[in-house]
């Protein structure tokens, strides 16, 4: 592999979201999305340092278009913090929809991040919820532990692992997205600004064999 990308004591894999409710049979199930565990699985290998996500929601969450009457879900309204897709209830914490994928064999994960427990506000990035001033603390513990470099894989590409690698740019980290360790939503072309942004802000898109070879 380049020598660039080798991941190294200063290198971290953030394994976003891969939980029951974004796969098949889920309740906001990403398509294919249960399709990136045994890429992931293989990419954690050659990490020492591995962080996993876990959306977290409390019953009756705000981004629940159930919250919101007569509003359905891939709807939008307006919260405090600005506009907010309304979603499927998903990803209850306790619930077989919240747990992390069966098949996810990472044991030597060090840290697990929960988002969007806050019952109004929701949150896709890893560093930092959707009204953009609550942080998760996951800057702080990464530079702590001298991670300079983030390598951002996991559901869904357009949404929690866009988000992530870009708050990831602004904390001060090189990122990368391995792409084939990604599945999207694609919400009226959001796959593709996801990307455009992504670009924009220096975020790398590479595979998992540039990681493998």
Not at 9 to 30: P, R, S
Not at 84 to 94: A, E, I, K, N, S
Request: proline residues 5%; charged residues 15%.
């Amino acid at each position: 592999m380049p020598a660039t990308l080798r991941p190294d004591a200063n290198a971290a894999l953030i394994v976003v979201d891969v939980q029951n409710g974004f796969c098949t049979g889920g309740n906001l199930a990403v398509p294919d999305g249960e399709a990136v565990v045994p890429v992931i699985n293989r990419l954690a290998g050659v990490f020492d340092n591995v962080v996993l996500t876990q959306d977290w929601h409390p019953a009756g969450h705000a981004s629940f278009a159930s919250s919101h009457p007569g509003r359905q879900p891939f709807q939008t309204t307006e919260l405090a913090y600005g506009t907010q897709v309304l979603w499927p209830d998903h990803c209850v914490r306790g619930t077989h929809d919240a747990a992390l994928h069966a098949g996810l064999a990472v044991p030597h994960a060090q840290l697990i991040i929960r988002k969007g427990y806050h019952p109004g506000v929701d949150s896709y990035s890893a560093f930092q919820e959707a009204d953009r001033q609550t942080r998760t603390g996951l800057a702080g513990y990464l530079r702590e532990r001298g991670i300079r470099r983030v390598f951002v894989c996991g559901l869904a590409t357009d949404f929690c692992v866009a988000w992530t690698a870009l708050d990831a740019r602004s904390s001060g980290f090189d990122a990368w997205v391995i792409e084939d360790a990604t599945r999207a939503i694609d919400l009226n072309g959001s796959l593709a600004a996801a990307w455009q942004a992504m670009q924009a802000q220096g975020v790398g898109r590479i595979s998992s064999q540039d990681l493998l070879a």
